[in-house]
């Protein structure tokens, strides 16, 4: 089993529409990361969190440690969010390595 | 302000050349990593540095070496290339909250480097 699993792997929805991205991870974190990789393209950093929620224009991320679980959700979804969202924890019993999800492909059609 | 700088960003080798990725950093990051993104399989860590000076193995480090002379400076090394590594290659930096914890801080990632091997 992986360390850090995403849910849904692939994920095609209406612009408009409000998208959930789960993480859940099962070793001790210091801190969860976001980050976003547009197709072709590099990894951006949308968050870094290690409790409650940030948001940032319309997207809103959560972190509930007791439940070791991560959400990113997007409000008003458009075809530009199309993209692999991954999800990465800091794990302090990993000796200073982040572990990665394996992503989720997002698509939002016009 | 550059960021994190990956040179060069596409390369196609033979099997058994040698090559030598750089990924340069000017935020003063303390950490530096290096991943291989395939198809399927997420980021894998080949190598990654704590530090100036000091380098440690990854999740996949065979068949690649690494040095870190200069803080801003992280090499990733094939030294004889196989159709294996052909990949997207990634480099990230971050700064250490508390080191020795996992405490990294926000990562900064290049803009990645295509290496085709046949």
Known sequence: KNEVEQSP????????EFITINCSYSVG???LHWLQQHPGGGIVS???LSSGKKKHGRL???INIQE??????ITASHPRDSAVY???VSSWNRDDKIIFGKGTRLHILP | NAGVTQTPKFRVLKTGQSMTLLCAQDMNHEYMYWYRQDPGMGLRLIHYSVGEGTTAKGEV???YNVSRLK????????ESAAPSQTSVYFCASSYSIVRGTGGTGELFFGEGSRLTVL
């Open chain 1, 60 to 62: 809103i991320a959560t």
């Open chain 1, 68 to 73: 070791k679980h991560s959400s990113l959700h």
């Open chain 1, 46 to 48: 949308l968050f870094m």
């Open chain 2, 61 to 63: 480090p065979d068949g």
């Open chain 1, 86 to 88: 991954i999800c990465a």
């Open chain 2, 71 to 78: 803080k801003q400076n992280f090499l990733l090394g094939l």
């Open chain 1, 9 to 16: 792997q692939n994920l095609t929805a209406q612009e408009g």
């Open chain 1, 29 to 31: 974190i210091s801190a």
